[in-house]
């Protein structure tokens, strides 16, 4: 088959670009081509069904990697611009008690997606889905995708098929491999958004445990990122939000990263020692593995009271000394565990690294090979959990969607 503008990927930027190439040039057949049997799956997934589609506070430290994506999402429209005023959703921010969090005004994603379907066929966009591109040739006045037996002839392409997190959404990795064998640069690609492994060890008698608290990444000493929420503890690594805020960094510090956790930031480290001591004139006939009960629960409180003392758990808790009421605080106020990798790609909600901003131009066009435009998750950025990465989807679409649109305008059609 033939068309003008070839979209490879039907998620958030690609949907997206389909929408604005064909708004930017009416007389162009955009056809959407789709991995999956349906498109916009990872979409429908986003925010646990409820689709966290933006955030009232982007800036540039919540997002990581070589290209700029904090100065294209401010040229481009907004949530509000583009989501209600265009699509007709309406939003609101703050659900869940997520501070800043947009999301639509029915609480559910597929709200999104059934608007954005809609948008496509009145805009006369054709989706081609189960067809996987197995490989893109550049040839003389646009490109051919090799879809198996079958190929495309496009005159633009616009490259919108993710990175390696959440395979089952159609999100393999399958094109970026396509662009490195084409000569594109790559940042060191590993997954972001996600929990951090850490030595199963370090974690006996853990797994379960939930406990608000401040966890920062550490480096040879010094703190590269605090973040506050809660902290779970799993089997064979450390999850919650502030910690998949930390995953990105693992890339540049592979083997010299440490997660510090303080398990109780409003008590400063003074005052908590004083508590304990309290505490030990209270509780001085129990047993020392009730020193911590009433601050938090059994297996948290058990586990560190053996991490921080090298006695009996029988021994009477009038029997500590106030260096041993020092070492449960500082374990409280610093637990440490260093971080031995990341979590599979299936655990992941986003890819750290991808096509290096290197070989894009403003518009997101490639240096490499004019007519051919990269957007969303295949690019080197990855935003913090809260909307930034979706965010990022539909500014990147909107962008090469646009651009792309113009530049086929611009050469006759």
């Known amino acids: 088959m033939t068309t003008d503008i070839a979209i490879i990927g039907g998620g958030a930027s690609g949907l997206t670009a389909a929408i604005t190439a064909k708004e930017a040039n009416m007389a162009a057949k955009v056809t959407i081509i789709e991995k999956l049997p349906r498109t916009g799956k990872k979409i429908i997934a986003s925010g646990n069904g409820k689709c966290n589609l933006s955030n009232l506070k982007l800036s540039k430290?919540?997002?990581?990697?070589?290209?700029?994506?904090?100065?294209?999402?401010?040229?481009?429209?907004?949530?509000?611009?583009?989501?209600?005023?265009?699509?007709?959703?309406?939003?609101?921010s703050g659900s869940e008690g997520r501070e800043g969090g947009i999301y639509p005004r029915s609480n559910s994603s597929n709200t999104i997606v059934n608007a954005m379907r809609m948008k496509l066929e009145e805009l006369g966009i054709e989706e081609v889905c189960g067809c996987e591109v197995k490989d893109i040739v550049p040839e003389k006045g646009g490109f051919k995708l090799i879809c198996g037996d079958e190929h495309i002839s496009c005159k633009r392409l616009v490259i919108a098929a993710g990175g390696y997190a959440a395979p089952t959404f159609g999100t393999d990795g399958g094109i970026m491999r396509l662009l490195k064998n084409m000569g594109y640069k790559t940042a060191k690609i590993c997954?972001?958004?996600?929990?951090?492994?850490?030595?199963?060890?370090?974690?006996?008698?853990?797994?379960?445990?939930?406990?608000?608290?401040?966890?920062?990444?550490?480096?040879?000493?010094?703190?590269?990122?605090?973040?506050?929420g809660e902290i779970q503890f799993n089997e064979n690594n450390i999850s919650g939000i502030c910690v998949f805020n930390l995953a990105y960094l693992f890339s540049e510090y592979?083997?010299?990263?440490?997660?510090k956790a303080d398990l109780l930031p409003e008590m400063q480290w003074n005052v908590l020692k004083e508590y304990l001591e309290n505490i030990r004139k209270k509780r001085g006939n129990l047993s020392v593995?009730?020193?911590?009960?009433?601050?938090?629960?059994?297996?948290?409180?058990?586990?560190?009271?053996?991490?921080?003392?090298?006695?009996?758990?029988?021994?009477?808790?009038?029997?500590?000394?106030?260096?041993?009421?020092?070492?449960v605080v500082n374990c409280i106020k610093s637990l440490?565990?260093?971080?031995?990798?990341?979590?599979?790609?299936?655990?992941?909600?986003?890819?750290?690294?991808?096509?290096?901003?290197?070989?894009?131009?403003?518009?997101?066009?490639?240096?490499?090979?004019?007519g051919m435009y990269i957007c969303g998750e295949i690019l080197d950025t990855a935003g913090d959990c809260g909307g930034y990465n979706l965010q990022w989807a539909w500014s990147s679409g909107m962008l090469a969607g646009g651009s792309c649109g113009k530049s086929l305008k611009g050469a006759g059609k």
């Open 191 to 228: 997954p972001a958004v996600a929990p951090l492994r850490v030595s199963p060890d370090s974690l006996k008698g853990l797994k379960g445990v939930r406990v608000k608290g401040e966890i920062s990444a550490v480096s040879d000493g010094k703190i590269l990122r605090t973040e506050k």
């Open 61 to 92: 430290y919540n997002y990581h990697g070589s290209v700029n994506a904090v100065e294209i999402i401010e040229k481009m429209p907004d949530y509000r611009t583009f989501f209600t005023d265009y699509l007709g959703v309406l939003c609101i």
């Open 289 to 327: 593995e009730e020193l911590l009960t009433g601050i938090f629960v059994k297996n948290l409180a058990v586990y560190i009271v053996k991490k921080s003392l090298d006695r009996p758990m029988t021994d009477k808790v009038s029997s500590l000394k106030n260096n041993e009421i020092s070492a």
């Open 254 to 259: 592979e083997g010299r990263l440490t997660l």
């Open 336 to 370: 440490e565990f260093d971080v031995c990798g990341c979590s599979p790609w299936q655990n992941a909600q986003s890819t750290m690294g991808g096509v290096h901003s290197s070989c894009v131009d403003n518009n997101l066009q490639s240096k490499l090979h004019k």
